[in-house]
């Protein structure tokens, strides 16, 4: 079954790239408001949040990504310190390109997703999803990027949050997904917070892999929860089928109450079809 396909163990692969110029280094993180992994970030002073940022910055400089999705990832606002959070995840972290979208915007709170990147982003879009009535409304942001070292290979990457309440909701916010990377035209990484696991009651997962023909690494497999409170593997990491996993980890570094994951990504010889015309 599309999406049932097993990737290799850590450390091996079915087709190991020849060069390192192919491979590129991504990772995702629940920013979780700069709060770490304390209750609420109302809770901590300016200094302390700033201080948890650094902490997620030093990870970024020690692993050394190329592109990071972000989910709530806050901007000025009076609950998490009345400054920018991804402006200054990328200053500590030396990214030179940011793009955050504002999903939640009222008094005292504006916060999203985000991507940071040390290769350029074009092609940039933020996508509110629909109001849920009863939750905070979520979303993605979408840029794309060159291939390192291959200039011609464009990607669009995806740093995504979906609702944490409803099945029904978290389906038709993908719907809205699908609708988005299908008119882009462009083989896609799609990382985030899915707040859905894969083998449960709902086939959100399932339907994203489906409509898409994507592959995520051992989606079956234990040992690879992201999410601290309930050991649940919600944070995940899609990509289109010209693309394929070296490597993946949960870091076990406590930056939020969600754990980061990170992937060694690499095109295969006889997958140079994807390119931009």
């Known amino acids: 079954m599309i999406g ?4 290799q163990p850590v450390g091996q692969v079915e087709n190991r790239p020849t060069t ?7 990772m995702s993180l629940n920013l979780a408001h700069g709060r770490k992994d304390k209750a609420h970030q109302l809770f901590q002073s300016t200094d302390m949040i700033r201080k948890n940022l650094e902490d ?3 990870v970024l400089r020690r692993e050394a990504p190329l592109v990071v999705a972000m989910q709530e990832a806050d901007g000025p606002c009076a609950w998490s310190g009345n400054f920018d959070h991804v402006q200054y995840v990328a200053h500590k972290g030396e990214f030179a390109y940011s793009l955050r979208g504002e999903h939640v915007k009222y008094i005292g709170h504006s916060y999203g ?3 940071l990147s040390r290769l350029p982003l074009t092609n940039t879009k933020s996508v509110r999803f629909e109001p849920t009535g009863t939750t905070p409304r979520k979303g993605f942001v ?3 990027v060159r291939w390192p070292q291959e200039p011609w290979t464009e990607i669009d ?3 995504l949050h979906l609702d944490f309440a409803r099945r029904d909701v978290r389906r038709r916010q993908v719907g809205m997904l699908i609708n988005t990377v299908v008119r882009r035209h462009r083989p896609v990484i799609i990382m985030g ?5 894969w083998r449960s009651t709902e086939s959100t997962l399932n339907y994203l892999v489906h409509r898409l023909n994507l592959r995520a690494y051992r989606p079956g497999a234990r040992g690879l929860a992201s999410y601290r409170r309930t050991e649940r593997r919600l944070d995940w990491v899609f990509l289109s089928r010209n693309l394929h996993f070296a490597a993946y980890r949960v870091l076990p570094d406590v930056l939020s109450d969600h ?7 690499y095109l295969s010889d006889d997958d140079w079809g994807y390119r931009s015309r």
């Open 157 to 159: 990457i995806i740093s």
């Open 113 to 115: 997703t985000a991507l």
């Open 20 to 26: 390192a110029t192919k491979t590129m280094r991504i």
């Open 142 to 144: 979408i840029g794309t």
């Open 193 to 197: 917070d899915f707040n859905a696991q």
């Open 259 to 265: 754990k980061a994951i990170i992937a060694d990504l």
């Open 4 to 7: 049932e396909q097993v990737e």
């Open 56 to 58: 997620v910055a030093a």
